[in-house]
């Protein structure tokens, strides 16, 4: 009586598992060198994201294949007789296309502000770099007084067209940013 309730627990177990438990692993050496690159690279992406939330850093957003996560460390730095303050970033390239992220409106503190972005993502990669706010168009000489930065963006790819002009991959914003 055992051996058959045994028997009969192993088959409804059976039964109840997803057909997709017993689904074989891709044959990888199928796959194009491309196609094992780009595999690899979203994979990579993939954990970093993971860790990256693990970590406590907050995703700013994600669209479109395109992830910006901020880090935290953020700093004032002087260029060229000018302080700016930067706001470290992880950009997550999921696309098949080099980026560029641009600021279409920024303030900081309810005052426009002028930005630079972060340029030439590789396609699948992904890169710590900072966007950049001068301080004195908000009238501070340091991060204390920063209350909020408000940013719409832009994702560019990072192809020209004949005409000058770069393709949209997405536009985000705006998206607020409180510092107190």
Sequence with gaps: MKKLLSV?????MLIAIPCEAFAE????????????????DRARNELA???????????LFDQDGVQVHLTGNNSVVDFGGYLYFQLEVVVVNDTATDISIVGDSVSMNGMKVSFF?????????????????????????????????ELSLTVLSDEFHDDG????????????????
């Design 25 to 40: 692993t891709p044959d990888l050496s199928a796959l194009s060198n491309d196609e094992l690159r780009t595999l690899i």
């Design 117 to 149: 972005g972060v340029g030439g993502v590789p396609a699948g990669k992904r890169a710590k770099d900072c966007f950049k706010f001068l301080l004195s168009d908000a009238g501070l000489s340091g991060m204390e007084g920063i209350e909020d930065i």
């Design 49 to 59: 994201s993971r860790e990256l939330r693990a970590n406590g850093n907050t995703l």
């Design 165 to 180: 002009h770069m393709d949209t991959i997405c536009s985000v914003g705006p998206v607020t940013v409180f510092f107190k």
């Design 8 to 12: 009969c627990l192993i088959l409804l």
